[in-house]
């Protein structure tokens, strides 16, 4: 291929080809950028503030001004993060998993075309909206009926968690639908030949078939539920605090930033600087997450091949 | 057919079997209508969303839409209105698809027809999956470092936008690459029998078959970027401005950002007002959407 390319690519195209490669390695400047904006001014942050007390401080209260007056441990913002990476698994896995398998197995194919640009628009609503709906419908609407208004917070992780996992939810359904009908159909009607139901063709045959996808799906639900930054500002809450009561106020890493950034911060103060180490930490999670989840649909793809 | 046989030879066996089949069918309805129930709850939340937006906000908006859609804001609820939010979003839309629409296929023409097999293709095509899951937050912070304070452009039209180009960079890389990808082999192998060289069948063959699923993809990328708040929020793009732009250089702010700023608002009054405004966002994003799924029915080619 690059022969031909060569020998009959006149000078003028040369050019424009090597002008289209340049487009393709400036998205390596993007991620290059994104390193090298983080490192920096994480680096920075750690000359004032020690990455033990970073990893291992229990709370998180920065600096006003331009002193070293914060406290910057990190501890309870990857809780409130935890938190809602877990909420919106549990609120969008079931969900994410029945509709997968619905929409696969079960839906004929006029409610599926309506059931999936359906699912595509929910997955398409701005988070600012999700958010809105969160604070003035989830938490007074949902939560404090069922669970009373003294023991509910305003801002609260659950509504937080449900948000998120609405957002999710589509996510899940899409990735592990692709998995699932990629399953052989010869593996079904091997299964409906032995006497197998619908049912046990589902749970027995091709949900297992299609694990890998399956976790692959959760894992960047999972990561996208971290880096999920407005829906969690608006209704779970700015306090940052090691908890596990879902219904009080708390505040995650995403959230952090988005707060430090609302109030004027001078470029050089450690607080500003703290925001790129908040960056960082979110950065490798997400990273880290997406990368494990490529990987297994690297190896589920090879399994049918 | 052995059931005379199995009768005869265990009775009490066949009942078993016969109450283990009746069990089965109860279980099998119950597992199709929790799917269904399951798979319906997401359409409800969706239909619940929707409408509580437009049950706050539809009297605000619709009492005098003029004012609202044409007044800057104020602390005032009542008199305020999204003008310079709804201009600014849509100036970001255009800088944005102006700066990222051309770098997008341009990536995905090479990829797709000249790369070579090799490490460095691997690495770019690696690099672009995981950008893509990169938190739009993540983008802001990027936005802010390079962009606002680097190159001192500040918290402006150019730096907004050029974030969202970024950030959307990827979404369009991969939906142009499937449009191109989709253009069968024959068309290119028909060119270069007729003497095209590489470069001619790509620009007068492929290019064009490969437009409208590039575009669809484009548009909703955009629709994308034009909802994202937390990228705009971080690089600083300002709420309470009463200025539309003239210049790339000059200060916007975002539907998405006044959103969020009216919703943390304590007032209820300011609450109707983001939610009116979520209601023109919504129109918004519902109209590109339709465009794009225009453009994918009208003129995508099937081979």
């Not at chain 2, 619709?62 to 939010?85: E, H, K, N, T």
């Not at chain 2, 608002?265 to 339709?290: D, G, H, K, Y």
Request: hydrophobic fraction near 55%.
């Amino acid at each position: 291929m690059s022969d031909i390319n060569r020998r009959t690519a006149r000078t003028g195209e040369r050019v424009i080809i090597n002008g289209l490669f340049v487009c393709a390695v400036l998205s390596v400047a993007v991620t290059v950028g994104i390193v090298a904006v983080l490192l920096v001014d994480t680096v920075q942050f750690f000359r004032h503030s020690s990455l033990v007390e970073f990893l291992t401080g229990t709370v998180w209260a920065p600096g006003q001004g331009a002193g070293e007056d914060g406290r910057y441990g990190v501890l309870p913002l990857l809780n409130g993060t935890l938190m809602i990476g877990i909420g919106s698994i549990v609120v969008g896995l079931p969900l994410g998993l029945l509709t997968a398998i619905y929409l696969s197995e079960y839906a004929n194919p006029r409610v599926r075309g309506v059931l999936k640009p359906t699912l595509e628009i929910l997955a398409g609503i701005p988070t600012v909206m999700v958010g809105y709906f969160a604070l003035q419908f989830i938490t007074p609407s949902l939560l404090r009926p069922i669970f009373g208004d003294e023991r509910v917070f305003i801002f609260n992780a659950a509504a937080g968690s449900i948000a998120v996992g609405l957002m999710i939810l589509p996510i899940i359904a899409s990735i592990s639908e692709d998995a699932m009908r990629a399953v052989p159909s010869s593996l079904r009607e091997a299964a409906f030949g032995l006497g197998a139901s619908r049912r046990q063709v589902s749970l027995r045959v091709v949900v297992p078939a299609a694990l890998s996808g399956i976790s692959a799906s959760v894992i960047l639900a999972f990561s996208r539920a971290v880096g999920e930054t407005m829906a969690v500002t608006i209704a779970a809450g700015n306090s940052p605090k090691v908890t596990w009561n879902y219904f009080e106020s708390i505040q995650t890493l995403t959230a952090s930033i988005a707060q430090t950034v609302q109030g004027e911060v001078a470029a050089g103060t450690v607080r500003y600087d703290a925001l790129f180490a908040l960056g960082m930490t979110l950065f490798l999670i997400t990273l880290i997450m997406n990368l494990i989840s490529a990987a297994i649909v690297r190896r589920f793809r090879q399994e049918y091949s | 057919m052995t059931a005379l046989s199995t009768e005869a030879l265990a009775p009490s066996r066949l009942r078993r079997g016969a109450t283990r089949t009746g069990a089965r069918i109860l279980l099998d309805t119950a597992f199709s209508a929790l799917l269904f129930v399951g798979t319906i709850v997401g359409v409800i939340a969706l239909a619940t969303l929707i409408w509580t937006i437009i049950d706050d906000g539809w009297a605000r908006l619709a009492g005098d839409p003029v004012a609202f859609l044409s007044s800057y804001v104020s602390r005032l609820p009542a008199r305020a209105g999204i003008r310079a939010a709804l201009v600014g979003s849509a100036w970001l839309m255009v800088l944005t698809a102006l700066f990222c629409f051309p770098v997008g296929v341009g990536a995905a023409v090479y990829l797709e027809e000249f790369a070579p097999r090799n490490r460095v293709t691997t690495f770019v095509e690696a690099n672009i999956a995981n950008l893509a899951g990169v938190p739009s937050v993540v983008y802001g912070l990027l936005g802010l470092g390079i962009f606002a304070r680097f190159l001192r452009m500040g918290p402006s039209l150019l730096a907004g936008a050029l974030t969202l180009a970024v950030m959307s960079l990827p979404v369009i890389i991969v939906a142009a690459r499937e449009s191109i990808r989709a253009v069968p082999d024959g068309i290119r192998l028909g060119a270069y029998a007729l003497g095209a060289t590489r470069w001619q069948t790509v620009r007068r063959q492929v290019l064009p078959a490969a437009l409208p699923g590039t575009l669809t993809g484009t548009i909703l990328a955009l629709s994308r970027a034009i909802g994202e708040t937390a990228p705009l929020l971080v690089i600083g793009l300002p709420i309470v401005i009463f200025t539309l732009p003239n210049d790339v250089r000059d200060p916007v702010s975002a539907l998405p950002l006044l959103i969020f700023d009216w919703t943390s608002r304590p007032q209820p009054a300011f609450a109707e007002a983001a939610a009116a405004a979520s209601i023109v966002l919504l129109a918004l994003l519902l109209a590109m959407n339709a465009v794009a799924i225009f453009l994918r029915n009208r003129y995508t080619i099937r081979w």
